[in-house]
């Protein structure tokens, strides 16, 4: 399987801030890429899938962007409920996550 | 709604066995392909093993630290999806996931797009 890269590990911001995850894939994966958000204790959702399409459901300051070897998933204006770790995923393998904190 | 609901999670000896199940509703689950995905304490999720549906061969497929100790299988008739977890070691200690693929299908063939439900996760602790 391949190994995602997940950048940042751990990103502070604001409410109201917006903010960027990037993932990267060793070889080109189209467009098949998901990103899910997981909050303590809780199990992980599905926000973006194929790189760019919003899951039901998903408010719509998420957005997902990117084909080939390079995405990114973007906050447009940080919420209180926004604060989780996300990953990025490609077939069986994730990202290493991103902790999105309050700065 | 879809649910998915693990049970069989507990406290193992290294070394020993647990069975994991997982009951599916509100989805057409004979036609699902089925994985686990774990969370160690702190840490990432990984994908664990998946089994198609039986119409695309009940085809099964591991990551490779489960290779040879673990097994996944599935009863259609009762929507359930099982983990059989042998030889047993401390890093196996994690929160197991029950998780459905989202397929895409041509005419000929499916593939796994990415997971859409998830179950709310059993907690497997290894350790003397």
Known sequence: DIQMT???STLSASVGDRVTITCRAPHNIDRWLA???QKPGKAPKVLIYKASRLENGVPSRFSGFGSGTEFTL???SLQPDDF?????QQNNSFGQGTKVEIK | EVQLV????GLVKPGGSLRLSCGGSGLTFVNAWM???RQAPGKGLEWVARIKRNTDGGTTDYAAPVKGRFSISRDDS???LYLQMDSL???DTAVYYCVSDRLYCSETTCSAGHFDHWGQGTLVTVSS
Request: aromatic share 18%; with cysteine; charged share 15%.
């Open chain 1, 35 to 37: 990103w899910y958000q």
């Open chain 1, 74 to 76: 973007t906050i447009s």
């Open chain 2, 6 to 9: 693990e049970s069989g999670g």
């Open chain 2, 35 to 37: 994985n686990w995905v």
């Open chain 1, 6 to 8: 997940q950048s940042p």
């Open chain 2, 78 to 80: 009762k929507t359930t």
């Open chain 2, 89 to 91: 070691k401390t890093e």
């Open chain 1, 84 to 88: 989780a770790t996300y990953y990025c």
